[in-house]
């Protein structure tokens, strides 16, 4: 529960910031500088930040102009508390015990909840900008998908100079033993697959927009694609696909029997894909284990 509370904190922290990052990306504004009312353009001072406590203190108003303050502000705080939650709950839960934190895993664990964090962050950022506006902005995906290539290299470095070969790093040997070794293969093993993963599940969307002609699928979804390869890897991100078609199909076949939408009007796809890859990132494993058992 302690996990489920920090996680919840986080997130909503979280979904406050990505709440102004969408609407700057929307505007086209910088995504530098003090949080501002929308409606009086003020500079938001310290007390006026707290994430859902501001909201209700204040009573839905901002404390300068005293115009209503938008409701979905409120309630992007408290679903994104609510998904950190889960996701710092399920990660301290799949672990097999406190040793393991404790042990010579300790920074492996952290790095792995701190990149959790901040792809679940840029989900989140997704899920709004494109239900919001149908875009899913470059400004937002090229520095994701560089950072997660960066932490895949960083993270492969990491084991092998300090997990696996800490007693070698003698100048003469320090190439073959970053480079080529038995016991650094799998590092870099990872890193191929996911690279691999990313450029196969990005090319796949790529190919799907030169064939329907960008009617099926857009470019911020391909970007995206790239960018959940390189994050999740393999297998996770064929589950997030999965589930991200899935629900797209449910949901657009809900809207066209409602009358919701016609059969020649089209949805937008980023929302499903952060949704997708966020279930993946969090049940993956559980998921996987459940279709596996199916097929035995």
């Known amino acids: 529960m302690y996990g489920a509370a920090l996680g919840f904190c986080i997130g909503a922290i979280l979904g406050s910031f990505s709440k102004a990052v969408s609407e700057r990306l929307i505007i086209g504004g910088s995504l530098r500088g003090r949080s501002y009312c929308l409606s009086c353009k003020k ?5 006026d930040l707290f994430p859902i406590l501001s909201y209700l203190t204040l009573k839905g108003k901002c404390r300068y102009c005293h115009k209503k303050i938008p409701s979905d502000v409120f309630a992007i705080e408290i679903i994104s508390g609510i998904l950190f939650a889960i996701l710092y709950w399920s990660f301290i839960y799949s672990q097999t015990s406190l040793v393991l934190l404790l042990s010579q ?3 492996l664990v952290l790095f792995d909840i701190l990149f959790k964090t901040f792809v679940v962050t840029v989900l989140l950022i997704v899920f709004l900008t494109d239900f ?21 290299l960083f993270l492969a ?9 800490a007693d070698s790093l003698h100048p003469s040997l320090f190439l073959s033993t970053i480079f080529w070794n038995v016991n650094t293969k799998s590092a870099w ?3 191929i697959l996911n690279v691999a993963t990313g450029i196969i599940s990005g090319g796949g969307f790529l190919l799907l927009l030169i064939l329907t002609r960008g009617k099926g699928m857009g470019g911020g979804d391909v970007k995206l694609a790239f960018f959940l390869g390189f994050a999740l890897g393999f297998p996770k991100t064929i589950v997030a696909l999965f589930l ?13 029997l409602l009358k919701r939408k016609k059969i020649s009007q089209t949805i937008p796809f980023g929302p499903f894909l952060a949704l997708g890859a966020y279930l993946a990132i969090v049940f993956g494993s559980a998921l996987l284990s459940f279709y596996l058992k199916l097929l035995n």
């Open 43 to 47: 500079t938001l001072r310290w007390y």
């Open 105 to 107: 895993n300790m920074w």
């Open 132 to 152: 919001q506006s149908g875009f899913i902005f470059d400004r937002l995906t090229y520095p994701s998908i560089a950072i997660s290539l960066g932490y895949i």
């Open 157 to 165: 470095l990491f084991k092998i100079l300090f997990f696996h070969q």
């Open 189 to 191: 093993f990872s890193v």
């Open 244 to 256: 991200s078609f899935l629900l797209g199909s449910v949901v657009s076949i809900g809207l066209i």
